[in-house]
C-alpha cells in the first residue's frame, strides 16, 4: 500500500528556513503529483503548493509565494518543501499528499503531519 511521511518540522523564530522533506513507498513514486497542505491553530486544512509527476508544473498559494519552493528528486522517491522567510502565520502542521492527478484538493494519500513552529 501506499504509505507517505513527512519529516522536518520543528521550532524556528521568525525569518528562519526550515525544509521539509516528504517520502513515499509502495508504489512508483514518479507517477505520483504531490501536494503540501497546512492546518494552523483553529483553521481548516488549506492548500500550500504542488508539484506534478516529473516536476515540471508547481502551483503555490498566493500565502507561500515567493517564500516557499517546491521540489522533486525522483532517484530518492522523494518531495522538498524549502520553506524561507517564515512567519508566524506559518505555524501549523504540514501534511504531505500524493495523488495520480494533479490537484489542489482531496488528494489521495496522506502523509501524518509534521509539526512547524514559528515564534515571534
Known amino acids: 500500500q501506499v504509505q507517505v511521511a513527512e519529516s522536518g518540522g520543528g521550532l524556528v523564530q521568525a525569518g528562519d528556513s526550515l525544509r521539509l522533506s516528504c517520502a513515499v513507498s509502495?508504489?512508483?513514486?514518479?507517477?505520483?503529483?504531490m501536494g503540501w497542505f497546512r492546518q494552523g491553530p483553529g483553521k481548516e486544512r488549506e492548500f500550500v503548493a504542488v508539484?506534478?509527476?516529473?516536476?515540471?508544473?508547481?502551483y503555490y498559494a498566493d500565502s507561500v509565494k515567493g517564500r516557499f519552493t517546491l521540489s522533486r528528486d525522483n532517484t530518492k522517491n522523494t518531495v522538498f518543501l524549502q520553506m524561507n522567510s517564515l512567519k508566524p502565520e506559518d505555524t501549523a502542521v504540514y501534511y504531505c499528499?500524493?495523488?495520480?492527478?494533479?490537484?489542489?484538493?482531496?488528494?489521495?494519500?496522506w502523509g501524518s503531519g509534521t509539526l512547524v513552529t514559528v515564534s515571534s
Open positions: 499528499a500524493a495523488d495520480e492527478v494533479l490537484r489542489t484538493e482531496d488528494m489521495n494519500y
Open positions: 509502495g508504489r512508483t513514486f514518479r507517477t505520483f503529483n
Open positions: 508539484i506534478n509527476t516529473n516536476g515540471a508544473v508547481t
